[in-house]
């Protein structure tokens, strides 16, 4: 081929590095804090398999996180990674207030205040962080402090809007903790004051995702995907299900986001415990349904923010959601603060890979159906398709094209045995699709015939060593070109 088909490339790739970091199709979502908030030690859990960052909003100033950017996009531009940012709203988060010497015990049966005056916080009187506190809950509304730990319910709504609560499970109150209310329609915006300047800082910064916590409505995902349009950002939206009211909306929460995290750290305080494996279970095969792809997070690995290796069930634990279908896994304060982020980066990995072995539980081609009454049906049955060729050619590669994501996310949830690779001219996309399941991105803006644009891509991959002379690729793609339409063509090619 004598054209220079490097141009089309996103950036050049060592071939080694590159096929490393693509032997975990599950994907790896890790957290960035002061363990890890340098190039080096952010590079450092790169090589050992992150494919996301997540930045967390609830914490740390723009300034730092400007920093991290620049640093992640570094990796980008110099090394062979196309690793995604994720920008994390606090949302309305409701925490208690400061609390005299930082320790109140309370035993079961004391009656406590909680208000919106804002006092250091006593066995007479607690400050919330919730001016509607007393318009919202009614009396037997249990509320939960500190994850949990603490369980209070409620036994009097006063006219001035305090709230009296009964202990009924007692503990240490210590500051700042979060409240939990399992049995109250809470009436804050999904997006709070201060949502809104660190959703402007991640527009300006074009960060790949957002993730809108306590998610409870589709208005939620709505409003939020607005004020992005209004502001043509091509930030993707991810829908944190940590509410028993998102659980209800759960159909339409999911068809209007762009994916979803399975956020069982508050999920798992506001309904009870044992609920919670069958709800991840839940989600991860609606989200597989409709082709979006689903974070598991929070505590995943959680004792190896001090020791270096997992408990047992903390193994098993990320097996099981490779195993339900999981795009991807989620690291919190495991690198954030923990003392051994890259090991911790490394083990996941490990369990991933193994876990991924077990092709007959993770690949869904036969129990996830094209629906006939879908405006999508016929591409969508073209993508399971070819899914099923690339399986019954035994082929080395499947190789789909897409300029809205659509083809790239369908292919994707099909969970297929052959190596996914998805080419797109939209660049945003190509770091965006580091957190679907299986597949490496690449830049490509050529709009030629067909078979030449195939031809290239397959030159691509083989300059790049994924593919090799004689190996069975599978392609989709739409014709004509020039038409952008949805995906309609398969196309068996053997690599020359």
Same mark, same amino acid.
């Given at each position: 081929?004598?054209?220079?088909?490097?141009?089309?490339?996103?950036?050049?790739?060592?071939?080694?590095?590159?096929?490393?970091?693509?032997?975990?199709?599950?994907?790896?979502?890790?957290?960035v804090?002061?363990?890890c908030?340098?190039?080096?030690?952010l590079?450092?859990?790169?090589?050992?398999?992150v494919?996301?960052?997540?930045?967390?909003?609830?914490?740390?100033?723009? /300034?730092?996180?400007?920093?991290?950017?620049?640093?992640?996009?570094?990796?980008?531009?110099?090394?062979?990674?196309?690793?995604?940012i994720?920008?994390d709203?606090?949302? +309305?988060k409701?925490?208690?207030?400061?609390?005299?010497?930082?320790?109140l015990?309370?035993?079961?049966?004391?009656i406590?205040?909680?208000?919106?005056e804002?006092?250091?916080?006593?066995i007479?009187?607690?400050?919330?962080?919730?001016?509607n506190l007393?318009?919202?809950?009614?009396?037997?509304?249990?509320?939960?402090?500190?994850?949990?730990?603490?369980?209070?319910?409620?036994?009097?709504?006063?006219p001035?809007?305090d709230?009296?609560?009964?202990?009924?499970?007692?503990?240490?109150?210590?500051?700042?903790?979060?409240?939990?209310? +399992?049995?109250?329609?809470?009436s804050?915006?999904? @997006?709070?004051?201060?949502?809104?300047?660190d959703?402007?800082?991640i527009?300006?910064?074009q960060?790949?995702?957002?993730?809108?916590?306590?998610?409870?409505?589709?208005?939620?995902?709505?409003?939020?995907k607005?004020?992005?349009?209004?502001?043509?950002s091509?930030?993707?939206?991810?829908?944190?299900?940590?509410?028993?009211e998102?659980?209800?909306?759960?159909?339409?929460?999911?068809?209007?986001?762009?994916?979803?995290?399975?956020?069982?750290?508050?999920l798992?305080? /506001?309904?009870?415990?044992?609920?919670v494996? @069958?709800?991840?279970r839940?989600?991860?095969?609606?989200?597989l349904?409709?082709?979006? +792809?689903?974070?598991?997070?929070?505590?995943?690995m959680?004792?190896?923010?001090?020791?270096?290796?997992?408990?047992r069930? /903390?193994?098993?634990?990320?097996?099981?959601?490779?195993?339900?279908g999981?795009?991807?896994?989620m @690291?919190?304060?495991?690198?954030?603060?923990?003392?051994? +982020?890259?090991?911790?980066v490394?083990?996941m990995?490990?369990?991933?890979?193994e876990a991924?072995?077990a092709?007959?539980?993770?690949?869904?081609?036969?129990d996830?159906?094209?629906?006939?009454?879908?405006?999508?049906?016929?591409?969508?049955?073209?993508?399971?398709?070819?899914?099923?060729?690339a399986?019954?050619?035994n082929?080395?590669a499947l190789?789909?094209?897409t300029?809205?994501g659509?083809?790239?996310?369908?292919?994707?949830?099909?969970?297929p045995?052959?190596?996914?690779?998805i080419?797109?001219?939209?660049?945003?996309?190509?770091?965006?699709?580091?957190?679907s399941?299986?597949v490496?991105?690449?830049f490509?803006? /050529?709009?030629?015939? @067909?078979?030449?644009?195939i031809?290239?891509?397959?030159?691509?991959l083989?300059?790049?060593?994924?593919i090799?002379?004689?190996?069975?690729?599978v392609?989709?793609?739409s014709?004509?070109?020039e038409?952008h339409l949805p995906?309609?063509?398969?196309?068996?090619?053997c690599?020359?």
């Open positions: 081929m004598s054209r220079n088909i490097g141009k089309y490339f996103h950036q050049e790739m060592n071939n080694h590095a590159g096929q490393e970091h693509t032997n975990h199709r599950t994907k790896i979502v890790a957290t804090g002061p363990a908030d340098t190039y080096d030690k590079l450092e859990l790169v090589q050992a398999g494919n996301v960052f997540r930045l967390n909003f609830s914490h740390g100033a723009h /300034e730092d996180k400007k920093t991290i950017i620049e640093h992640i996009r570094k990796i980008n531009a110099t090394e062979p990674y196309n690793i995604a994720l920008g709203l606090q949302g +309305p409701l925490r208690v207030g400061e609390i005299e010497n930082n320790s015990p309370v035993e079961e049966g004391d406590l205040t909680l208000t919106n804002k006092v250091i916080g006593t007479e009187k607690i400050y919330v962080s919730y001016p007393a318009g919202d809950v009614v009396i037997g509304n249990t509320i939960m402090i500190d994850d949990g730990k603490i369980e209070v319910v409620v036994d009097q709504v006063m001035n809007g709230v009296k609560v009964k202990v009924k499970l007692g503990g240490i109150i210590s500051s700042k903790k979060g409240l939990n209310l +399992p049995d109250t329609k809470i804050l915006p999904a @997006l709070t004051e201060k949502d809104l300047i959703l402007e800082f527009m300006k910064e960060l790949d995702w957002v993730a809108l916590s306590f998610v409870r409505r589709v208005e939620d995902i709505v409003g939020i607005k004020i992005l349009s209004d502001n043509n091509k930030t993707k939206v991810i829908a944190k299900i940590e509410m028993p998102a659980l209800e909306n759960l159909r339409e929460i999911i068809l209007e986001s762009d994916a979803i995290m399975v956020a069982r750290g508050d798992g305080v /506001e309904v009870p415990i044992e609920k494996p @069958l709800i991840q839940q989600i991860i095969r609606k989200c349904h409709r082709a979006k +792809p689903v974070i598991v997070a929070t505590q995943m959680e004792s190896m923010i001090d020791r270096v290796k997992p408990n069930s /903390e193994s098993t634990d990320v097996a099981n959601a490779v195993l339900e999981a795009d991807a896994v @690291l919190s304060g495991e690198t954030a603060t923990g003392k051994h +982020p890259a090991l911790v490394e083990t990995r490990k369990i991933i890979i991924e072995k092709e007959y539980r993770y690949n869904r081609e036969e996830i159906k094209p629906l006939p009454q879908s405006p999508t049906f016929i591409s969508d049955a073209v993508c399971l398709t070819a899914c099923k060729l399986a019954n050619t082929a080395d190789i789909g094209m300029q809205s659509y083809t790239a996310f369908k292919l994707s949830s099909y969970r045995q052959s190596h996914l690779y080419f797109t001219k939209e660049r945003s996309l190509v770091n965006q699709l580091s957190l399941w299986g490496r991105a690449f490509y803006s /050529e709009e030629r015939g @067909l078979d030449a644009i031809a290239d891509q397959m030159e691509i083989k300059e790049r060593g994924f090799r002379k004689d190996e069975i690729c392609n989709t793609g014709t004509p070109v038409l995906t309609n063509t398969i196309k068996v090619s690599v020359q």
